[in-house]
């Protein structure tokens, strides 16, 4: 039977619309339904690209009998986390608090009210590992609420309670300074692994916000410890098998320390950021490879990601259809011995097997290896070929669905990436993405600018866009003007972000990740860590901080300062998760510098000047480029040229430099 779930826009959903369960999407009407059968609601969260989904679905949801008792005792409720991180946020904190741990698939019981009272993730169909079958929780869930329903209801009542009053401390007034950067990095040094790179154990994360605040701190200190942990950092990961060798871009996660074996799934954020870093990591150093990274990871977004419509798809699967009918993680990406000199014949097959460290025993799953690149670079030639032979196996799947903030994470990488490298089609790739922004995700009709957070295939979908949206649509904004110079985009930026002060702003500084008028749930959610992607709140102080750098807005700079709080208070005890905070912190520290190039449209010095100053190091620099005394960018007005010539203005505290026509001076007044 087809369920609620057909008319969704999320893939995740669509993949269980043809289930026996009879699903509800996440809507007042799913509880009124409980209340009015007096069952309680099953909520099953996950996402279309996460392994253990898959199996579950596959185990329990597909199987008619498991459906039965779903159908007769509960209502059911499926939430893609990626369309609603606020409903995702908020059980999952009662999930990690009861239990200690989280993770997708997300299982969690609650009464018709929303409050929760038995949680769990993956449960297997037969008892396995001391864990229960899903058959028996539903039967153990079943019988307690028929049977206990009032002590059922006080222990969600207590829990939404607990929930409730955890209030966040944003670190008292004040925002981090000197002191507080040097403890982060020391804090950095301890947890690094000085043998693979990376920060902490197994399973092993790109730390690619820890490593924007490295570069930028050494940028501003010369600090070259905080220099080499970026780089080092950045060669282990690109030479492991997290990084895809043939075709470009990045794996969710690495399973082992040594970034060998992957979990396979390759997320659009993960590939923005580190995108984003490559660059900055070859703009610090020159480094060849970084170069190499940086385009191939924007190389395999547009190829692999992009939307008929011109936005990028969220994810590809990790699983893959096997040749003998299966379906396996990674079967896409792995190789044999024998699959190279197959495609490349016996000598060709041997040095390759040498040069990506395949061997017969395998370093991955039946005797199959993950690509690894430790030593010497592989031709173009060799590669090339095995790409086009792995293009031939059966795809993984893709999450079509455009997610507002990823695509404002990738608009900010294409451009810059497109503007180091002089590749004019991504930043044309970019300008794509943010024009589909505009105009789906961006309603003007109703007082302000309102987000979508999602469309699929050129509409958007039901659910509003939360703060990570506003924040990281608008960094993508200010990149994409800096490179343009098109100061239409800096407006847009501008709209977001007095959104982001208008409704998502609390006490104190603190901000919250859904806006004041945004559906009640059983907690607001709130979160300035930096996790997988900048957290909404250190996304919005960066971008609130650059506008004002743009604009001298005082609104928006102590908007950013007050956010900067709880960076003073967590960077120095958890550097790993605020690392995009502390980046923020460090463009705090250095001004951050406002750079105006003027000159005339086409004009070679005007567009020297224009690349010297994107290619600054100086931590959170934001240029304006434009005709002189222009009215593109408000950095441009009352800056005329300078004897007939392009020009440089450089100001950085309510300080200005004396202007210059000369593109090596210009370096050194933004690197001192």
């Given amino acids: 039977m087809a369920n609620r779930l057909a008319h969704a826009t999320s893939p ?37 690209s996460c392994h253990w989904c898959h199996v579950m679905a596959h185990e329990s949801f597909e199987d008619d009998a498991t459906a039965a ?17 606020d409903v995702d946020a908020v059980y999952m904190e009662a999930v990690q608090a009861a ?17 929760p009272f038995y949680f769990g993730t993956y449960f297997p169909p037969e008892p396995r590992h001391g864990m229960p079958s899903f058959q028996q929780v539903l039967e153990g869930v079943t019988d307690a609420w028929r049977d206990r329903r009032a002590e059922v209801t006080e222990v969600a009542e207590k ?36 043998r693979h790179g990376g920060f ?156 990506f460290r395949v061997t017969e025993e395998g370093t991955f799953e039946e005797g199959a290896s993950v690509l690894q690149l430790p030593g010497a670079e592989a031709g173009p030639e060799l590669r090339a070929r095995l790409l086009a032979a792995r293009e031939e196996r059966p795809r993984p799947g893709r999450d079509d669905k455009v997610v507002a903030a990823w695509n404002g994470l ?46 699929k295939d050129g509409r958007a979908g039901a659910n509003a866009g939360v703060l990570e949206d506003y924040a990281d649509v608008a960094e993508g904004f200010l990149a994409l003007a800096a490179v343009t110079g098109e100061g239409t985009w800096l407006e ?42 900048p957290s909404g709140w250190s996304a919005a102080a960066g971008a609130l901080l650059s506008y004002a750098a743009h604009t001298g807005s005082e609104v928006h700079r102590t908007a950013a300062e007050g956010a900067l709080g709880v960076v003073k208070a967590l960077g120095p005890r958890a550097p790993r998760f605020i690392g995009w905070g502390l980046a923020v912190a460090e463009a705090l520290l250095d001004g951050p510098r406002e750079v105006a190039v003027v000159g005339a449209q086409g004009d070679p010095h005007r567009r020297e000047l224009h690349r010297v100053a994107l290619l600054s190091t100086a931590p959170g620099a934001v240029v304006a480029a434009g005709e002189a005394d222009g009215e593109e960018f ?19 505290a309510f300080v200005c430099d004396s202007p210059t026509t000369d593109a090596a001076e210009l370096g050194r007044k933004l690197t001192h």
């Fill in 492 to 533: 847009f930026a501008g709209f977001l972000l007095d959104m982001v002060i208008d409704r998502f702003r609390g006490e104190g500084g603190a901000f919250y990740d859904t806006a004041h008028d945004a559906e009640q749930l059983i907690r607001r959610p709130q979160d300035p860590t930096d996790s997988a992607a």
């Fill in 634 to 652: 408000p950095l441009l007005r009352d800056r005329p040229l300078v004897n007939g010539s392009a020009a440089a203005y450089v100001c950085r």
């Fill in 159 to 194: 829990i939404t309670r607990d929930l409730a009053g955890r209030s966040l401390a944003h670190g008292g007034q004040g925002v981090p300074g000197e002191e507080e950067l040097a403890q982060a990095l020391l804090g950095l040094t301890r947890e690094y692994d000085e």
């Fill in 69 to 85: 008792v779903m159908n007769e005792h509960f209502v059911s409720v499926k939430v893609d986390r990626e369309e609603r991180p």
């Fill in 12 to 48: 995740y959903l669509l993949q269980h619309a043809e289930n026996p369960v009879d699903w509800w999407p996440w809507s007042d009407e799913a509880f009124d339904e409980a209340r009015r059968r007096g069952v309680p609601v099953l909520l099953s969260v996950g996402y279309s």
């Fill in 99 to 115: 239990t200690g741990q989280g993770g997708w698939p997300m299982t969690v019981f609650m009464t018709p009210d929303g409050e």
């Fill in 410 to 455: 990738a608009i900010a990488a294409l451009a810059e990436t497109g503007a180091y490298f002089d590749r004019p089609d991504l930043v044309e790739r970019a300008t794509e993405a943010a024009d589909l922004l505009v105009r789906l995700h961006m309603d003007f009709s109703a007082g302000g600018v309102r987000m979508h957070r999602t469309s």
């Fill in 200 to 355: 902490g154990g197994a399973p092993k994360f790109p730390p690619s916000m820890a490593v924007e605040f490295l570069l930028r701190h050494h940028a501003r200190t010369g600090a070259e410890g905080a220099l080499q942990m970026a780089a080092d950092t950045c060669e282990a990961m690109a030479r492991g098998g997290i990084y895809d060798q043939l075709g470009g871009g990045f794996a969710r996660y690495s399973v082992d320390r040594e970034w060998v074996v992957p979990h396979f799934e390759k997320m659009l954020y993960d590939n923005a950021l580190l995108c984003r870093v490559y660059a900055h990591l070859w703009r610090a150093t020159g480094s060849d490879l970084a170069r190499r990274v940086a385009l191939e990871t924007a190389d395999f977004m547009v190829r692999e990601l992009r939307t008929a419509e011109g936005g990028f798809a969220s994810a590809l699967d990790a699983d893959s259809d096997t040749p003998d009918g299966g379906h396996a993680e990674g079967a896409f990406y792995v190789w044999t011995p024998a699959q190279l000199r197959e495609v490349l014949g016996d000598a060709d097959g041997e040095r390759a097997a040498g040069l």
